[in-house]
């Protein structure tokens, strides 16, 4: 954006013609080449034009000069999600009104729409990344990449809380990033999250190392421990490896949490430590760790309902708690799933319930009508997996051959 595009916006903003704003001055013809750069003109003209427009146009310059510079910061701020700067960054940009009519505003506006991501108004960065899609049609090779690297990022989060249906979505985008142009190695961590999310574990552990050198090197802590906590997760129920190592390395990631104040990652690997000693019986262990991860947890959200649903499952397999309050509990889990509006915790929650009050057969008839149906339209795999493999059993066990023949069906496709 040059001087002549400056005075141009600011004339038009005010609403001022191009007689009036030269009117004393110059004439329209030489207003009208200064604001497309045909004409060499002095300081003291423009002076005096960005006087009457009450600008400073020095400083406007020096703001575009160096917008590249800053734009580049502030994804860095970003990346390594130290809200501080990013705030005032943030604050600092919308202050600049000519911003979004300059060569960066596509660049801008991806970064908003991560910004809003990070705040979580997932709203807001659909909203920004629809109209990059709409107004933009021909980005320059990195913003392309970071267009699609801040959508694969989106589908990633919204598939934890349920906005997205498709778990396939963020892994189709991001691999279509060619990550020799876009050359932005936090790329790894997402791509790896992406393969967590269908399952694939191998690939999501290979990914992550990757990550997690770029973060080591860049000195960014936050994320090289968030992705140590997602690396770990990929390895602890792995039957080969030693539950004393596994410990180890668990109390040793949330030490570090408490020396870097990550109370969001703290809660995720106390809730993943829970949820090996679960899976080993250990109940008592297992209930002690959800109930500090419930107590860290941000309430409503989508971490606390998992951290919830999980505590009383756990409860259920170890007989910790009685029936009303297990009840009590898991009705509250619904409650805060519906005003939520988020249906994968309304239907978990009216499963648990059923199993609560052991009624079997309202418990997997609402599995194969509502359940079932419902994860696969949205891709829960994982959830379709165990729930399939439930009713399936059942069927047996009870000699309803030909319903179980139709639940195989979904378990041969998985």
């Known amino acids: 954006m040059s001087v002549g595009q400056i005075i141009r916006f600011y004339r038009q903003k005010i609403g001022l013609t191009q007689e009036e704003l030269g009117r004393g001055i110059c004439t329209l013809s030489y207003i009208s080449k200064i604001e497309l750069e045909q004409t060499a003109y002095s300081h003291d003209i423009i002076k005096v034009i960005s006087d009457r427009l009450n600008i400073d146009i020095e400083k406007e310059v020096a703001l575009l000069e160096n917008m590249e510079n800053q734009l580049n910061r502030w994804h860095k701020f970003i990346i390594m999600q130290k809200m501080d700067f990013v705030e005032a960054m943030y604050k600092e940009f919308e202050r600049i009104p000519f911003l979004n009519f300059t060569e960066y505003a596509a660049y801008y506006t991806l970064l908003k729409a991560r910004y809003y991501i990070l705040k979580k108004d997932y709203v807001k960065t659909y909203s920004i990344l629809q109209s990059v899609k709409k107004i933009y049609q021909n980005l320059p090779p990195f913003e392309k990449n970071l267009q699609l690297h801040v959508w694969g990022i989106y589908y990633i989060e919204t598939n934890e809380i349920s906005l997205e249906k498709d778990t396939r979505q963020a892994i189709n985008i991001l691999k279509e990033i060619d990550i ?67 410990e180890e390395s668990y109390y040793n990631l949330i030490q570090e949490c408490d020396l870097l104040n990550a109370v969001e990652i703290k809660e995720i690997l106390l809730g993943n430590l829970s949820f090996v000693y679960w899976r080993r019986k250990d109940y008592i262990k297992a209930q002690r760790l959800c ?72 418990y997997y008839e609402y599995i194969e009508v509502k359940a079932l149906p419902y994860f696969q339209s949205a891709n829960h795999l994982s959830l379709l997996k165990k729930y399939a493999m439930e009713l399936y059993e059942y069927y047996l066990e009870t000699a309803q051959y030909e319903n179980a023949a139709k639940i195989s069906n979904i378990l041969v496709e998985l």
């Open 180 to 246: 020799d142009k876009y050359r932005n190695d936090e790329y790894y961590y997402h791509i790896a999250r992406a393969n967590h999310l269908i399952q694939n574990k191998t690939m999501a552990y290979a990914q992550a190392e990757k990550a997690l050198r770029h973060f080591k090197d860049t000195k960014n802590f936050k994320m090289a421990l968030e992705t140590e906590a997602f690396m770990l997760a990929q390895i602890h129920n792995d039957k080969n490896t030693d539950i004393k190592q596994i």
């Open 291 to 362: 109930i500090e991860a419930l107590n860290l947890v941000e309430k409503p959200s989508a971490p606390y309902l998992k951290t919830l649903r999980n505590y009383l499952i756990l409860c259920q397999d170890g007989k910790l708690i009685k029936k009303t309050e297990a009840l009590r509990m898991a009705h509250k889990g619904r409650s805060v799933a519906k005003q939520m509006n988020n249906m994968l915790y309304q239907i978990l929650f009216k499963i648990i319930t059923f199993r609560i009050e052991d009624k079997k057969k309202q």
